[in-house]
């Protein structure tokens, strides 16, 4: 089966048995499986259910810091069960240090500035938690915007010399003003213009608990509950929020587990 790396890749294919659990994707820390059964199997990760379409697409996906292993279980239409074990390769990740950022942004103090925090992270949070049956992922994942790759996915970040949390997307340097393009089809589930951390924040949901999510954007183009397809601009580049300089930071989520967004795109084009 094939892996829809990017938009020109399609979606998967497969000629394996009918009854067969085809798993296809990198099985690594921020990794995400794209996974097929016979229609109306049970599917289940980690203790979790997962959404499976009527033609038994389901998704499971590895946070920065999985366990080495993980089970899947699937129960099939007939009643047979499956248990697989699937080993997760660890991954070693790179310290990145960013100084120059306004003190207020990397450790805000004031009542107000931490409630505001406090409130933008549960409309992020409950945008990310939409279980939509759709499946746009299906399209296939380009890169959003092309430029140098300044920060990486489960970099532990430094800032203004102090340690804090990983970094959970990449960094793309473009000038000012470029054009953010969707990476694939989805939903626009969240437009905020203003974000203390992370400025202009723009949400896109793929179906099934998948989303993108950029961030310290100049403008929103798409608005809220807008359709999206594939290579359609969305929104602009910017230095909004915490940031240093004009760039795009691209988060990739199922539900609540951060993936890594180059393992869906692979290389930065030259």
Same mark, same amino acid.
């Given at each position: 089966m094939t892996a829809p790396v990017s938009g020109r890749t399609g979606a998967p294919h497969s000629t394996a048995r009918p009854d067969a659990i085809r798993l296809d994707g990198p099985r690594t820390q921020g990794g995400l499986l794209w996974g097929r059964v016979p229609p109306s199997s049970v599917v289940a990760f980690g203790g979790r259910p997962a959404r499976v379409s009527k033609e038994g697409w389901f998704l499971v996906g590895f946070g920065r810091d999985a366990p080495p292993k993980a089970e899947l279980e699937v129960t099939f239409p007939d009643g047979r069960h499956e248990r697989l074990v699937l080993a997760v390769a660890p991954r070693e990740y790179r310290t990145e240090r960013i100084d120059g950022l306004p003190e207020r942004r990397v450790a805000p103090r004031g009542e107000e500035e931490l409630? +505001? *925090?406090?409130?933008?992270?549960?409309?992020?949070?409950?945008?990310?938690?939409?279980?939509?049956? /759709?499946?746009?992922?299906?399209?296939?994942?380009?890169?959003?915007? $092309?430029? +140098?790759?300044?920060?990486?996915?489960?970099? $532990?970040? *430094?800032l203004n010399g102090e340690p804090r949390e990983p970094h959970y997307g990449i960094d793309i340097a473009a000038p000012a003003g470029t054009k953010v393009r969707a990476p694939a089809d989805g939903l626009t589930t969240l437009a905020e213009p203003d974000l203390f951390?992370? @400025?202009?924040?723009?949400? *896109?949901?793929?179906?099934?608990?998948?989303?993108? #999510?950029?961030?310290?954007?100049? +403008?929103?183009? #798409?608005?809220? @509950? =807008? /359709?999206? /397809? $594939?290579? =359609?601009?969305? #929104?602009?580049?910017? #230095?909004? @929020?915490?940031?240093? @300089?004009?760039?795009?930071?691209? +988060?990739?989520?199922?539900?609540d587990r951060r993936l890594d967004p180059q393992l869906l795109v692979g290389p930065m084009p030259r």
């Open positions: 409630a +505001r *925090i406090h409130g933008e992270a549960e409309l992020v949070r409950k945008a990310r938690l939409i279980d939509d049956p /759709r499946t746009d992922f299906l399209s296939g994942f380009r890169w959003p915007v $092309q430029g +140098r790759v300044s920060g990486v996915y489960g970099s $532990q970040r *430094i951390l992370s @400025g202009g924040t723009l949400i *896109i949901d793929h179906g099934h608990g998948l989303s993108s #999510a950029f961030l310290h954007l100049a +403008r929103i183009l #798409a608005a809220p @509950g =807008e /359709r999206v /397809r $594939q290579g =359609e601009p969305v #929104a602009k580049v910017g #230095a909004t @929020g915490r940031a240093t @300089g004009p760039h795009l930071d691209w +988060r990739v989520n199922l539900f």
